[in-house]
């Protein structure tokens, strides 16, 4: 039967503010192997190698640089031309009332018709000097409008052109853009639940963004989660949500069992004293067939993966056979774990229950996220929740499923309450047939 995704009920009342992880995100990228105290300890190195830079640079500023660098902001302010030829007859008829604004020459001796001649002589010279004084700012203005264009190239070199696209090899057909993730702050409700009791999280801490795929649909993904680096594996799987769970719960199977296989290394659940190591067949065939595992890994490494490998990182050498080990998942730490950023990785449940989970993302703690331990993981995002309408008055949400009736138009076919016992039931709540089976529709 077809179950639909639905979201975790839980009484989500509380705002919290959560900044976002790394600016630039390429599809189909995946990292080399790292760990998380690797990353920890060349970003807070980074990070204290640019504080020392700064300190230095701070004290080697003086009064004469900061005119500078005033004068140089001046410089490559971009007028355009016509605030420039503006600028330019400003400068010129300024300097013409100047001359003219001068006081006369101390000898009185001209007087009359030398007086007149003289201011004739002025009158008639402001004509050439207006002209020689507009030619020599318009090439001033041309001059400075080529040290802009000259200025804006150069800039454009050293900025990033949103324009620009990333050719995808792997996908002829299809161009991928990289897509800038937000790294401005955004709000999330978690329960009050787990804000009673406060756990303070120690500086330096590193925040791990996962990402937990659909059992069926493997393109769309159902979660995402922020955990901790110091956070055990076994508090990730507690906060999965997979409607199958539910459903074995619903049909009294449920199995608590369950792993992780993060690169060469099942990390299986065995808290529950029920609980099997899915694992453990898993590692004995590994050992007991090795001439077929051989055969099995030679075409995985020659397949669909290794050609989109290929087309991202360039020619690699086909590797030997992993060596594959089981450790209990809730003696690891993610900052235990060797992964890589991007890769898919298997979580099982429920006996054959698989999602892809992808650690998409890893960055420093900073001030504005939860120091709440206990809050952690924080699911960041759910897939919404789809309920079924009844079959027959495709109104209400269905709350029965049937299989094999035979009075119905599809199998499965669901069901409101109203219309499963109109249709299957009498007045004195008989049942007019028995030959389909019946179940309850899990919606929550």
């Known amino acids: 039967m077809d179950f639909i995704e639905s979201s975790v009920p839980e009484a989500l009342d509380c705002d919290l503010s959560i900044p976002r992880g790394g600016p630039i995100y390429v599809p189909n990228m995946v990292s080399p192997s790292t760990r998380v105290p690797q990353f920890e300890n060349s970003i807070i190195s980074e990070l204290q190698n640019l504080e020392a830079e700064l300190s230095q640079d701070a004290t080697r500023i003086s009064d004469d640089d900061v005119s500078y660098a005033f004068l140089l902001v001046d410089d490559l302010k971009i007028f355009t031309e016509d605030e420039l030829m503006d600028m330019s007859l400003k400068e010129v008829f300024e300097g013409m009332e100047n001359n003219e604004n001068r006081p006369p020459p101390s000898d009185q001796s001209k007087v009359g018709g030398d007086e007149k001649r003289s201011r004739k002589k002025r009158k008639g010279t402001n004509t050439p000097i207006l002209e020689s004084g507009c030619i020599e700012k318009v090439e001033q203005v041309v001059r400075i409008k080529q040290r802009q264009e000259e200025d804006k190239e150069s800039a454009r070199l050293h900025s990033f052109n949103p324009a620009c696209k990333i050719i995808e090899t792997l996908k002829p057909g299809r161009n991928e853009r990289m897509r800038s993730l937000r790294s401005t702050n955004y709000t999330k409700k978690v329960s009050a639940a787990d804000l009673q009791q406060h756990i303070p999280v120690t500086f330096p801490e590193v925040l791990l963004s996962v990402e937990v795929y659909h059992n069926v649909r493997q393109c769309v993904k159902t979660q995402e989660l922020l955990v901790l680096g110091k956070q055990p594996l076994t508090d990730l799987r507690d906060k999965i949500h997979c409607s199958m769970d539910q459903v074995m719960q619903k049909a009294g199977q449920y199995d608590p069992s369950g792993y992780f296989l993060i690169e060469d290394v099942f990390y299986t659940d065995l808290r529950d004293p029920s609980a099997i190591n899915y694992a453990k067949p898993i590692l004995d065939w590994l050992r007991n067939s090795k001439e077929e595992v051989q055969k099995k890994w030679e075409y995985i490494i020659s397949g669909r993966l290794h050609q989109k ?32 950023l991007g890769a898919g990785y298997l979580y099982c449940h429920q006996g054959d229950c698989t999602h892809t989970l992808v650690i998409r993302d890893m960055r420093l703690f900073h001030t504005d996220d939860v120091h709440n331990r206990t809050v952690y ?67 929550d």
């Open 309 to 340: 490998h290929k087309a991202i990182m360039g020619e690699v050498s086909a590797s030997n056979l992993p060596r594959f080990a089981s450790i209990e998942m809730q003696k690891i730490r993610f900052c235990d774990l060797l992964f890589r």
């Open 377 to 443: 993981p924080i699911v960041t995002f759910q897939l919404k929740t789809v309920f079924k309408k009844c079959s027959a008055c495709k109104i209400f949400r269905a709350t029965k499923v049937t299989a094999d009736d035979k009075w119905t138009p599809q199998n499965p076919c669901y069901f409101c309450d109203e219309c499963f016992s109109l249709l299957h039931f009498n007045d004195d709540g008989l049942p007019y047939y028995n030959s389909f089976l019946e179940y309850d529709y899990n919606h």
